[in-house]
T-cell receptor, first 112, second 115 residues
Framework: SQQGEEDPQALSIQEGENATMNCSYK?????LQWYRQNSGRGLVHLIL?????REKHSGRLRVTLDTSKKSSSLLITASRAADTASYFC????????????FGQGTRLTINP | EAGVAQSPRYKIIEKRQSVAFWCNPI?????LYWYQQILGQGPKLLIQ????????DSQLPKDRFSAERLKGVDSTLKIQPAKLEDSAVYLC?????????????FGPGTRLTVT
């Protein structure tokens, strides 16, 4: 079963605007990871945030984690055409087998 | 460093036929994963190896799927016999960390079409 659910399922914005994607999950986690997938480079890891962290930055990416609401958000600032891709959150549940469970993804389109 | 290698990149077979996929992880990575990604969905873990031992195969349809990791390096995933619903991209990933403590590095995937 899918642990994480991304929202929205699809997002279309103009180049230069900011894009925000959200992920909600059901059970307590050890960490949450964001991945990007496009046809050119396949599935690529973006950021890992641990359950005791609230915010992390990497270049134009900012990830927040709210464990009380069981949710995370990914913000991409000053979007570029190359950011067009599907974005997935993946959670590592604290209980049970150690494995990543991916959500359905958000399809982001950056319009020039 | 070289990335995760997978072959073939594409495969088309008829239902009830057999197929095998190969994966060569990043050198030195102890953990290897096989995922199935159906169009429009996120990847689903099929099996996870640590060195050459199986850590998790709870979502592997064992009546038709099998996987092995010889000598803790390369791995093969086999489907026998294939069904129409097996049409998907099969992704191999590796990680230098055990379990899910770190990021995973994905290969380009094998796109399987079952007709």
């Amino acid at each position: 079963s899918q642990q994480g659910e991304e929202d929205p399922q699809a997002l279309s914005i103009q180049e230069g605007e900011n894009a925000t994607m959200n992920c909600s999950y059901k059970t307590s986690i050890n960490n949450l990871q964001w991945y990007r997938q496009n046809s050119g480079r396949g599935l690529v890891h973006l950021i890992l945030i641990r359950s005791n962290e609230r915010e992390k930055h990497s270049g134009r990416l900012r990830v927040t984690l709210d464990t009380s609401k069981k949710s995370s958000s990914l913000l991409i600032t000053a979007s570029r055409a190359a950011d067009t891709a599907s974005y997935f959150c993946a959670t590592d549940a604290r209980q049970g087998a150690q494995k990543l469970v991916f959500g359905q993804g958000t399809r982001l389109t950056i319009n020039p | 460093e070289a990335g995760v290698a997978q072959s073939p990149r594409y495969k088309i077979i008829e239902k009830r036929q057999s197929v095998a996929f190969w994966c060569n992880p990043i050198s030195g990575h102890a953990t290897l994963y096989w995922y199935q990604q159906i169009l429009g969905q996120g990847p689903k873990l099929l099996i996870q190896f640590q060195n050459n031992g199986v850590v998790d195969d709870s979502q592997l349809p064992k009546d038709r799927f099998s996987a092995e990791r010889l000598k803790g390096v390369d791995s093969t995933l086999k489907i026998q016999p294939a069904k129409l619903e097996d049409s998907a991209v099969y992704l191999c990933a590796s990680s230098p960390m055990t379990g899910t403590r770190g990021e995973q590095y994905f290969g380009p995937g094998t796109r399987l079409t079952v007709t």
